[in-house]
């Protein structure tokens, strides 16, 4: 686990550090870049000088060329100092502001200021206020200028960063505390007599309905990384703000563009961390019209398929037989599927799907008994499982009016047991969206094997996938990022 380290210009700047915190003058820092060897110690910038090329800035600046990560980054720096740079955080602040606002019984009269420490505030009313701030810009304490317009009410008019000598004596107990939780999780002891090297965020939301990873499968990742020395923790999308503590991200949520996966993996790459799943790869592989046109210009082979438009729906019809599979580009377990077994059928269903997307794929019904699922990591087969159609349906999964989701059987292979033409197909065709954790769906016939989808955020549940491989699986994984975050 890396070293924290506090850059200090005066030892009265922080006069009761921590325990447990290395603090340095900001000068020594700066004059001595040898001090931490080969170390990636994380560093809290607290200089008083912010401003270009002042000492604080080139702290913050050689931090990154010395491979340290640092907070504030110069390029937060900049931001700050250039309203037109900061204009979208600002934006973003202002949005959680207003509704922060109307959530409170007596709202201010007047212009007011916000003190946010590390993401936190004095005044629990603004604590959304505060942590926004702190998610956009990323130091140690920010103020947030809000004025309120005759006309148009309360907006933000700035945000500027403090340094630790313009605190007055009643905040330093807050930045105190706020400054001891933000380093509180690197610096606890480990549970095991194992020395911790490295810290793993697993985000996760225990609440949702068909969660890629099962708690168990969840808690053997977190017995395996202690056995090898890495620190793993379940994360909440509430614990965004938390995000830059740890040395990488792996995302165990249901992805989405349009919720906090695309977020947090977004921000992880913006930190320089390694992440599963990457922001391309759920880009990509959330759309299947993607994956569609890729199979195609690749040729690998797929089931006949065909990218429509509500005028185009005609080619359906005139290029495949019934029954035909209806795809949304974005469903996941099943969901946004359909299967039209006449003309009829077909354009009640084509309709449907018209309303939440401008294009469907319309797909060459293929029958099997089961699909292929091949779990590909960093290029190569990591786990080949076979999912059996759920009872009387045609899918693997059987989402019913009641909105329960009824699912089918599994058998899980050992990958030296797996058709050679399985394997190829499946790594060639994960290839296409670049070097993470996918899982290929495919189907086979009498006709050869067909990739039908490449997933990101593949099922990982305790005694399916890992049936064959157990805590090998989880050690594969996990030597996949002490790799990426080693060369980092």
Known sequence: MSTLVVLVDRPEDLPIPPEGLQVMRTRDYLTNPNTFGDATPRIVNLSRDLVYLGQGYYASLLAE????????????????????????????????LLRSLARIKEAPEASFSIDAYFGRTADPRYERVAREAFDRFRAPILRVQIRRDPE???????????????????????????LEAYTRRTWRAPKGPKRVRYTLAVLHDPKEALPPSDPKALATLERVGAQMGVSVEMIQPKDYSRL?????????????????????????????????????????????VFLAEMLIARKIPAPKTLVLDS??????????????????????????????????????????????????????????????????????????????MAPKHWQIYNHGASGNAKHGGFRTLAIE???????????????????????????????????????????????????????????????????????G
Request: charged share 30%; hydrophobic share 40%; with cysteine.
């Open 311 to 388: 005028r185009s729906l005609k080619r359906a019809t005139d290029e495949l037989s019934f029954p035909i599979v209806l795809k949304i580009p974005d469903g996941s377990f099943s969901r946004g599927v359909m299967k039209a077994d006449n003309l009829d059928t077909l354009k009640r269903m084509s309709k449907e799907l018209f309303t939440d997307s401008d294009l469907i794929l319309a797909q060459e019904f293929m029958p099997t008994e089961f699909d292929w699922r091949v779990g590909v990591l960093d290029g190569k087969p990591l786990f080949v499982s076979q999912y059996t």
């Open 244 to 288: 830059a503590e740890f040395d990488a991200l792996f995302i165990r949520m249901t992805t989405a563009l349009d919720n906090p996966t695309y977020r947090f993996a977004r921000k992880a790459e913006d930190e320089g961390m390694p992440v599963l799943d990457d922001p391309t790869s759920i880009l990509r592989c959330t759309n299947k």
């Open 152 to 178: 148009w009410g309360f907006y933000v008019k700035a945000i500027r960063p403090r340094t630790v000598d313009e605190l007055h004596a009643a905040e330093q107990p807050v930045f105190a505390a706020a």
């Open 65 to 96: 060329a010395r491979g340290h990560r640092v907070i504030p980054s110069a390029a937060a720096i900049l931001s700050l100092k250039e309203r037109g740079r900061s204009w979208t955080g600002m934006r973003a602040v202002e949005r959680v």
């Open 417 to 487: 047991d797996t058709p050679k033409q399985v394997l190829d197909v499946a790594t060639a065709a994960a290839r296409l969206m670049g070097l993470g954790l996918y899982g290929v769906d495919l189907k086979q016939n009498d006709r050869g094997v067909f990739v039908v989808e490449v997933n990101d955020n593949p099922n990982i549940d305790s005694g399916v996938e890992d049936k064959v491989l157990k805590d090998g699986l989880y050690r594969t994984l996990l030597e996949s990022f002490i790799r990426r975050i080693d060369a």
